[in-house]
């Protein structure tokens, strides 16, 4: 594949993850020949703006894939679900943000930090995780390659733009009606949002988790590739906009100091180090808005078992947490050669 | 001590704490026969609200507790360090809202439903639990009871009135900035709140744990009479303006099924379980404010241990966090008959 002619295809490209790919393909100057905005029939039409342009979005069929390279998915599990089999028989490789295809054993879960080799076996659709899965697993590997992780238990802190455009528009009219001493309206969460923690993330499981907590169990496992590594988790919206952080104690079984975690986080792909709690560094949400990086802080020894550490996590759920991370393995699937569908009958 | 003749004091009558307090003690139908209100000099002469009239608050100095029978401190470690043992001396029993006592052998840490054996042997101060700590111990004591608990890993979302007034007044004035396209101006906090989550309250420690953190570490071990009960914490303050919430996962010597911990918990006194996921029942913070009760949902096996649970722990942060809490040990201080102070000269 000559990168000269490279095309791609943004779907779902007027939503807030979809309007920050095109941002994200344009900031990093993603070699592309050509892009394509994608959306639903509603959508169609409308202008999104891409390169200092504007790109006129257009209807997403079962024919939109033909002689495009890489479709990178953001439209929600039922789309994805329906019409990424359309682009792998097509020959494009999909990059897809929602949950549809994360546990599908034909799929790579990639965070190009921590399990770029699984880009290899792709069969035409590859999974990006879940945004507070990815920024876990960024700080977790490091950690795990040296001292070997045992158990996580993980509480969030997410932001509503994890959950889309309406529900940034939700936190912020919430917050106008209780200043004007209005009720506020919840439609997009059960409950309101503004000024309140909601221990309520993606629909509830038969054994009380949440889906977004078992997702944090199960993927964190396939993107590590390390059935031993345990998590539990507890996932807390909370009236952020951008940002989601996260208090993550871990158990290793070698020890690691926390200057020793510090140091090996220092040197690791995708992660920014802000522990300095004498000067008050640590990592916040509204910091690490618009940035690419992971943040990890608060560093410290867990001293109620023998090799325990906490930290603070904290990542722009748009960007590392979808958007960037999805462009990273649409860069690497071009860096490795690894373009193309071998075999257009495995989702068939 | 004959109640018709009971003088209660609040010191630190103005604060958020202190407003809260006397509309406790109004609410509950405190036995008193004469409230007088205390703050520091520059208060002095305005008036509080309480009873359907109002109290002019009085200058605190060392001779404001002749004749008081109880005197609840909540205006600062400073203040209470240097004036409640004048009011013990003075063989006036204080209720302590600030950190300065809280650790001292020479004073019991107690919440009522926890621990109010430990009121037997107070020396004139008692001191009341941080927040955090107090809505965690309620929740903890029933299962401890039934399955001796071994180690707490608790994350916090704190809300800003766990600071004070200025710390609303702050949250409130962000958000507007914000709204008005204006920086907004961190005051209270280090940097901004509106929108943002603060892994960071009250001082950094030797340890790179905050002060709050080892609050939760120690004063559970005291509360609870138990030494071995391991407690790790990340304390959060969130943009919600009353209700601390808790993710709290425990691990115990027993086996408890979520089942169990729910019945237990049910019966617990000060407790309301509200955990059905099915149909979005769990506690939340803007449900909690102005309740007397601790809330437990949430409650779910953690399988990653032998014996785990994971629960979420809500309260309203000023009232059972602070006002009820104190006012508690008031009531039990008169039902119990333990007014008076034996010894005057512990504190001196």
Chains 1, 2 share one sequence.
Not at 45 to 58: A, D, I, K, W, Y
Not at 159 to 170: F, L, P, R, Y
Request: charged share 25%; net charge negative.
């Amino acid at each position: 594949m000559s990168k000269e002619k490279l095309v791609v295809a943004v779907v779902g490209a007027t939503g807030a993850v979809g309007r920050e790919m095109l941002k994200t393909l344009e900031q990093r100057a993603f070699p592309a020949h050509k892009v394509i905005a994608l959306a639903s029939a509603r959508s169609a039409g409308t202008r999104v703006p891409f390169n200092g342009t504007e790109l006129t979005v257009q209807e997403l069929t079962e024919e939109s894939f033909e002689g495009v390279d890489i479709a990178i998915f953001s439209a929600g599990g039922s789309t994805s679900e329906k019409f990424a089999p359309f682009a792998a028989k097509a020959g494009c490789v999909v990059v897809d943000n929602s949950s549809a295809w994360r546990m599908d054993k034909r799929c790579p879960l990639v965070v190009p930090e921590v399990n770029p080799q699984d880009l290899e076996w792709h069969n035409g659709i590859i999974a990006n995780p879940n945004c507070s899965t990815i920024q876990m697993v960024v700080a977790l590997k490091p950690l795990h390659d040296a001292a070997k992780i045992k158990r996580v238990v993980v509480s969030t802190y997410q932001a509503v733009s994890g959950t889309g455009q309406k529900a940034i528009d939700e936190l912020e009219s919430q917050v106008r009606q209780l200043f004007n001493m209005q009720q506020p309206e919840p439609k997009v969460y059960p409950y309101q949002i503004a000024f309140n923690a909601l221990p309520h993330i993606d629909v509830f499981l038969d054994n009380d988790y949440t889906k977004e907590e078992m997702k944090m169990v199960h993927e964190t496992v396939k993107i590590m590739g390390d059935e031993s590594i345990k998590v539990t988790a507890t996932a807390v919206r909370i009236p952020v906009f951008y940002g989601h952080s996260e208090s993550v104690n871990i158990e290793t079984e070698k020890k690691l100091t926390p200057a020793q975690a510090r140091a090996i986080l220092t040197q690791a792909p995708g992660i920014t180090v802000l522990d300095n709690p004498k000067e008050k560094i640590y990592p916040m949400a509204i910091e690490a808005t618009g940035e690419d990086a992971t943040f990890v802080g608060r560093i410290r020894e867990d001293e109620t078992i023998e090799n325990g550490l906490n930290m603070w996590v904290v990542a722009d759920n748009i960007r590392k947490g979808a958007a960037l991370n999805a462009v990273q393995i649409a860069e690497m699937l071009i860096e490795r050669d690894l373009l193309g569908v071998k075999d257009t009958t495995v989702f068939q």
